[in-house]
């Protein structure tokens, strides 16, 4: 068992920044992959990024790819995610999720989710 409760989330106006964190517990950390995934209001869920159980390798979807960064530290068993330059589609519940083993980009393969973090971009 994995629990992740996420935070950092808030109202940004467009070009701003915000982290948002996901603090884990309950499993080896290091073990686990780790992604954030978004759902936008009458929109499906959507990946954002991953990053391998060593934080070596980084994944991210098109549309933030150059503007958020994720990070992890496995001795303080975190994940976050830094988002610049933040646009109004941006806006959506942010879940951060993990897996045991190798990282996937598909929502379908992760086997725990956080609450959700609400991040609101106003133009």
């Known amino acids: 068992q994995v629990q992740l409760l996420e935070s950092g989330g808030g109202l940004v106006q467009t070009g701003g920044s915000l982290r948002l964190s996901c603090a884990a517990s309950?499993?080896?950390?290091?073990?686990?992959?780790l992604a954030w995934f978004r759902q936008a209001p009458g929109k499906e869920r959507e990946f954002v990024a991953a990053?391998?159980?060593?934080?070596?390798?980084?994944y991210y979807s098109d549309s933030v790819t150059g503007r958020f960064t994720i990070s992890r530290d496995n001795a303080k068993n975190w994940v976050a995610l830094q988002m610049t330059n933040l646009k109004s589609e941006d806006t959506a519940i942010y879940y951060c999720?993990?897996?045991?083993?190798?990282?996937?980009?598909?929502?379908?393969?992760?086997?725990?989710w956080g609450q959700g973090t609400q991040v609101t971009v106003s133009t």
């Open positions: 999720a993990a897996r045991p083993g190798f990282t996937s980009l598909l929502g379908t393969e992760y086997d725990y």
């Open positions: 309950g499993r080896t950390f290091s073990n686990i992959a």
């Open positions: 990053i391998s159980q060593g934080g070596g390798r980084t």
